[in-house]
């Protein structure tokens, strides 16, 4: 089945620092890839819809400068957690889409849990 | 609508028996809904979806139910299992994204 990896799975930082998360489609293309938030024990709060080849899209209430989302092929999207801060401290989930565009077709990576010192 | 700051609430129940989870969703124009599983440190896993023209769709041991009429989602899980202990969220199609609803912790008894 189709299979999204998501790198780091878990990683602390100081703060100040930025941190990269990366999310990659195994075997399809993925045209959006979606970034996720999510804090202890709360459900997922979406962040940005980047489009491959296009800036991204940021919910309202998100920092786009905070938050770099690139998404520059169909098969990889980053997320750049920019001088990191404790609040910043989260699980972060990357979904992606087939071309075929279809929301039984979105896949989820595994998280990755950021610790910010 | 979007359930950011409320804390999940928890279902317990005994191992054998079955669950039902209950999500209620805040846009009467949408047409698309789909139950995901997360298990502790991982990422949501697809579990059933259903569409709007239905009001029920089975699967196997889960069962989803719609009620357009007060939006309300419930999903159900037949002989609930160890393995089902998760938090259980539905998540509603909105134009170009999905919109996740509150969650609910299920935890089984042996």
């Known amino acids: 089945g189709a299979v999204v990896s998501q790198h780091p799975s878990r990683v602390i930082c100081k703060s100040g620092t930025s941190v990269k998360i990366e999310c990659r489609s195994l075997d399809f293309q993925a045209t959006t890839m979606f970034w996720y938030r999510q804090f202890p024990k709360q459900s997922l709060m979406l962040m940005a819809t980047?489009?491959?080849?296009?800036?991204?899209?940021?919910e309202q209430g998100v920092e786009k400068d905070k938050f770099l989302i690139n998404h520059a092929s169909l098969t990889l999207s980053t997320l750049t957690v920019t001088s990191a801060h404790p609040e910043d401290s989260s699980f972060y989930i990357c979904?992606?889409?087939?071309?075929?565009?279809?929301?039984?077709?979105?896949?989820f990576g595994s998280g990755t849990q950021l610790s910010v010192l | 609508g979007e359930s950011v700051g409320l804390h999940l609430p928890t279902l317990s129940v005994q191992e054998g028996d079955n669950s039902i989870i209950n999500c209620a969703y805040s846009n009467s124009a949408s047409d698309y809904f789909i139950w995901y599983k997360q298990e502790s440190g991982k990422g949501p896993q697809f579990i059933i979806d259903?569409?709007?023209?239905?009001d029920k769709r089975q699967g196997q041991r889960v069962t989803v139910l719609l009620n357009k009429t007060v939006k309300h989602l419930s999903l159900q899980i037949a002989a609930t299992q160890p393995g089902d202990s998760a938090v259980y969220f539905c998540a509603e199609k909105a134009p170009g994204k999905l919109i996740f609803g509150q969650g609910t912790t299920l935890q089984v008894k042996p």
């Open positions: 979904s992606a889409r087939d071309v075929a565009g279809t929301y039984e077709k979105l896949f």
């Open positions: 259903i569409r709007s023209n239905m």
């Open positions: 980047s489009n491959e080849g296009s800036k991204a899209t940021y």
